[in-house]
């Protein structure tokens, strides 16, 4: 029997290799439905949304067993035609709903046209994050309203979801419900209904409607620092980042650091109001920013999802954050909750949804909480220490059967502040430093140029940023090297001897300072700033090794540095300083930042909603504060260094001899016992 | 074996008359749980809230094959003491929570007592309406945090729930939890929290808490009709209504009646907003008001349940009611509605929740599916009529198996608009007439008095109100006294030869007139006040005969009238005026307020929430203005008398002889043959 006598024709879906035999005449859509191949339709087969194409390759595919043939299908349709002259539809492209079997083919789904295509970000070594969007859109024909049948309209919109798309049990907003018999008429009774997709099927609520054929809504995922606030605008329906932009917390004017934010309000009652009042002025702000950029309406904004640290989160949803500023530290809730925007005066679509993050413990929030979901610790095997460093240092260790978090008080000296010298990283500031083995002369890069300062055209950049300061990778770099190169010793302290040699180590009252820079401002690394540091990284060391105890490992897998200052730093130079316990430093890395990350697979999958909030309940919470091993660890790591493997192996990368100081430690280890030899390097 | 050796005994609640054998030692309460016998308790035990008071007959109480002696349970415990010296336990009661069990007895739980408590207002004829309410207190002991078991406030609170209540599954509002932990530690971690149930389990949401022991909250059913607006305060825990109050719809300003403020949207763009910010603010004044009468904090009203008819229940929610005006009258929606208080702008307290009764169709509204959750037809057999008799009036038909709906275009003539000399029921207006057979002369009386016009003290009270006009009911009566004196002949004309004979009916133009009275202000029945109420009572008839047609009936069992017009008029005149068809005078009632009372069960009865909501779905809408039946029975309705029996019989009752007019027609009918003879009369 020919092919032209046959009933049916076969059909093969590529990338999933999904088959099939189907009646001639048949869509692809829906032959591609009855698989469970994964074609997304915001239209539901009107030839209107054009996000069914589908590409159809030719030729004999032998994995397959099928002569593939364009001409298998039906002749390109008017429809097509119409849909191609509005939108261009790209040459050797069909719409699925629209191309009908006629033969064998062989159907291409490229990854725009799947629902559940990947979105770019990859889940470090662990898997991809697949779109799944809460908020979809749905293109429907709504019956007109019939005196001998009366009903509501906001009952036939749901009728028409019934029946073009198999939706039940939807609610409305209230918002929405009073624009839409307006909507329905201005549309013809053909519109665009977003539904938030509650993860309980009773929660499934319309929570927009647009007349006509709505393509596209937006969403934004939000990382709310002490100091600065970030946002990313993805597009819902394709995962795609359209914008994305910072703003410096505007809360810094009631306190540079948490603490001394919580402070405020104990010391005046009713200051939580507002911070606020100026932390949500500075969302609304910047999103107004992003939207503004990506030229997109405000009201096309149907999603944001936030993520913070404990004091943040509070302050953001109105609560006073009293309560996390002593023992016991008691979060208000550690559950995820769901809002309208609107219930935290947002301003975007009026029934847009927020989500926040649950967060973990009262010092460890639902910032860490997305680092975990955008790292997935809890997905593999490695003992993975990952580490959001801010002004407190939030640490979560473990794998997939076990994971536990805590956080050290680790003051802001990472951050620059409680430096001498010290300030945010901003234009000006020193990010990078090299000393000189031989004459102890520094040479260093500021924030805002590639040229080092002993290059040609620096004098350019003292007029363009001058050299203001030392930011938090700066100091780090500074104090590794000076360590490097036997300024500092083991203890901690500069070492006086060497101003006869030097004249960059000069007196400084009873102690020694380091001199970097006499520009307009002198900038020097003193004593305190050394014993700032120590006690920073001491809290840091302290923190980890608690988890490790605490989990009964004695080595790490793994090292990540999440946020900021984690991407700014040299993770070697922090290894140096001995910030934290062994690892093979090729398995230390910074993960950017990870928060934000976190935030956005939480705006873009509802899966991993359900599944960072199970994450958060099953994690041990391991309070430092009320762990007496935790000041043991602390005192017993203020000195440098820590390492010494990773020490001798940094001495060669950066060429230089072995510092005085440790030349004669070898490959043994500082007083305490506490940590073994590594075997692994 | 002796009482005092058995280890359990026999324990009867009456009036369950539930019984079974328990251990001794084991208190009342348990023992009531167990068996499934309804006590209330919002302290769970602790003798805090004294609601589980139970009472101890003495005596040998055969039906129960027991001897019951108060010295049966534990002496009265500290407890009670203590509970007794600051909320007064009456003598002979025990707080069942802390009385325990030491040999045989009958145990009497009061009403008060109860859970489910019968609500005062019985549904008529059919069955109670039984206490359950959609919020509900529960009083809680809430753990401490504690570092080393780090868990939100608010987590720690679901536990209690759980443990304490078996309650799983609630969320909790934003604005509860920006206040929780302030609360929790005001009360030291005893808490009493307010639970709005959703009938979804998964929407349980905790929507208010206090510090300590809270012991009432309250709710308030209201209907907001196109004229007035009624409020009924109730205590949610106990069912009691508290205050009860009316206002006048300020939308009246906008146009007297439904269709003038559609008009007026129509004109006036955007003028809903107004007449919806109107409505909400005398909702609001409303609210103030039964609250400071009944001197109960706003903060502890916790729901509102509205009714209303289509328009009303539009422009409260903020939806444009345009669609109203016309064909095809399309309802934005025919659901139920779950609100916050906040979404419409009420003053109350801020988590306070909003239940808005379900429309029927495009004009019959929220209200008559009030009037039939109160009035009960789809539980019982007869066909019934329920008449709700405002500008519109609705019309509900049926019984359990079938139940049908339709509104006819009354316009206001019931109301006394449109009348030369009406008015609204207010104080000077006539509200009750009487013709002398002989003479023609009236009498009469006003709001405001019990006086007729012909009795002593009269002159006062024209003092105190005037006689002002002339309102629904009274233009009822008149025309009925007209007609059966025969003033009016039976097609609607005032008979101008009897204006010879009395110098009450005038030469009005071309037509003749009635007057009533000549004070300050004469007061007269013009023809065209005939024939408006003609009008108004033909739609009413049609309607109603519409609705027999399509049951399939030909005579009513039974008729209600509801609303004001309801309980104002003298049925057996709406008989004689033939503004319904027939039924046995006996079974003719007024149910007064039926769609307030309506509003107040679904504020006190979850299940009817349910109920109301299925019962609406089912009822089958009969548009009139589309059938062509409705113009056929209007037109043939206009004429007076339909009612010949109900005529012979009344103008036995009111012992007057027969009008001339119809004196002839005896038992026979007008013409049309559209009605059969009554068999039972």
Chains 1, 2 share one sequence.
């Not at 009107?46 to 099928?66: D, N």
């Not at 099927?201 to 809504?217: A, N």
């Not at 805002?448 to 030392?470: H, N, P």
């Not at 120590?534 to 009964?552: D, I, N, R, S, V």
Request: glycine share 10%; charged share 25%; net charge negative.
């Amino acid at each position: 029997m020919s092919d032209e006598e046959k009933n049916d024709a076969l059909i093969v879906f590529t990338p999933s290799g999904k088959r099939g035999r189907f009646d001639i005449g048949t869509p692809i859509l829906s032959a591609a439905r009855s698989l469970g191949v994964d074609i997304d339709s915001v239209c539901g087969g009107r030839a209107i949304c054009g996000r069914c194409q589908v590409i159809v390759p030719e030729g004999e595919f032998a994995k397959h067993g099928i002569v593939s043939r364009a001409d298998h299908l039906n002749e390109f349709t008017s429809v097509e035609d119409r849909y191609s002259s509005k939108r261009n539809l790209k040459s050797g492209r069909r719409l699925s709903c629209q191309a009908r079997i006629q033969g064998d083919v062989v159907i291409e789904v490229p990854p725009e046209s799947q629902v559940h295509k990947q979105v770019v970000r990859k889940r470090a070594d662990v898997r991809d994050i697949a779109l799944d969007p809460v908020t979809r859109l749905y293109y429907i024909e709504v019956d007109e309203p019939d005196m001998h049948h009366p009903s509501g309209d906001l009952e036939r919109v749901y009728k028409a979801l019934h029946d073009q798309w198999e939706i039940e049990q939807v609610y409305t907003d209230l918002r929405t419900l009073q624009t839409l018999q307006k909507v329905l008429r201005q549309g013809e009774w053909k519109v665009t209904v977003a539904i938030y997709h509650g993860h309980i099927r009773s929660r499934d609520r319309i929570i927009s409607v647009w007349p006509g054929f709505q393509d596209k809504v937006y969403g934004v995922a939000m990382d709310i620092g002490s100091t600065t606030i970030a946002a990313h605008l993805w597009e819902l329906g394709s995962g795609k980042n359209v914008a994305s932009a910072g703003l410096m917390n505007p809360q810094i004017r009631f306190g540079e650091d948490l603490m001394s934010r919580v402070s405020y309000v104990m010391m005046n009652p009713g200051g939580d109001v507002d911070m606020t009042a100026a932390v949500r002025e500075a969302i609304n702000a910047l999103i107004g920013q992003v939207t503004a950029e990506a030229m997109i309406d405000l009201n096309d904004v149907l999603e944001v999802v936030f993520v913070g640290n404990p004091i943040m989160h509070h302050l953001l949803l109105g609560i006073d954050p009293t309560e996390l500023g002593g023992a016991p530290f008691a979060l208000a809730t550690n559950s995820s909750k769901t809002l309208w925007a609107s219930e935290i005066d947002l301003h975007m679509h009026p029934d847009a949804r927020v989500y926040v993050l649950p967060c973990i413990a009262g010092h460890v929030g639902a910032d860490a909480a997305a680092v975990v979901l955008s790292e997935g610790p809890h997905l593999q095997d490695d003992n993975w220490l990952i580490v959001d460093v801010g002004t407190n240092a939030e640490l979560i260790l473990g794998n997939k059967d076990r994971l536990l978090a805590c956080s050290s008080p680790t003051g802001p000296a990472f951050e620059g502040a409680q430096i001498s010298c010290g300030q945010r990283a901003a234009p000006g500031a020193i990010e990078r430093l090299r000393i000189d083995p031989e004459t102890l002369e520094p040479r260093f890069k500021v924030i805002g140029s590639d040229l080092w300062s002993d290059e040609d055209g620096f004098d350019e950049v003292i007029e363009r940023t001058g050299v203001t300061g030392i930011c938090g990778s700066g100091i780090i770099e500074a104090l590794a090297e000076m360590f490097l190169k036997g300024i500092i010793t083991r203890d901690g302290a500069i070492d006086g001897s060497m101003a006869a040699t030097s004249p960059r180590i000069q007196e400084d009252g009873r102690t020694f300072s380091y001199l970097i820079w006499e520009g307009e401002q002198e900038i020097r690394v003193t004593q305190n700033d050394v014993r700032q540091i120590q006690l920073a990284k001491g809290a840091l060391y302290a923190g980890a090794a608690l988890l490790m105890e605490h989990l009964g490992i004695t080595t790490l897998d793994r090292i990540t540095l999440a946020g900021a200052f984690g991407s700014h730093i040299d993770v070697k130079y922090a290894m140096v300083l001995g910030m934290l316990p062994d690892c093979e430093l090729a398995k230390v890395s910074s993960a950017g930042n990870a928060a934000g990350s976190g935030a956005s697979i939480a705006l873009l999958n509802s899966k991993a909603r359900r599944e960072i909030e199970k994450v958060v309940k099953e994690i041990e919470k391991i309070e430092t504060a009320v762990e007496p091993k935790f000041q043991e660890h602390f005192v017993g790591a203020m000195g440098f260094p820590h390492a010494t493997d990773p020490y001798e192996k940094l001495a060669q990368e950066v060429q230089l001899p072995k510092p005085k100081a440790t030349a004669q430690s070898g490959g043994g280890r500082d007083g305490g016992g506490r940590r073994r030899r590594r075997d692994r390097v």
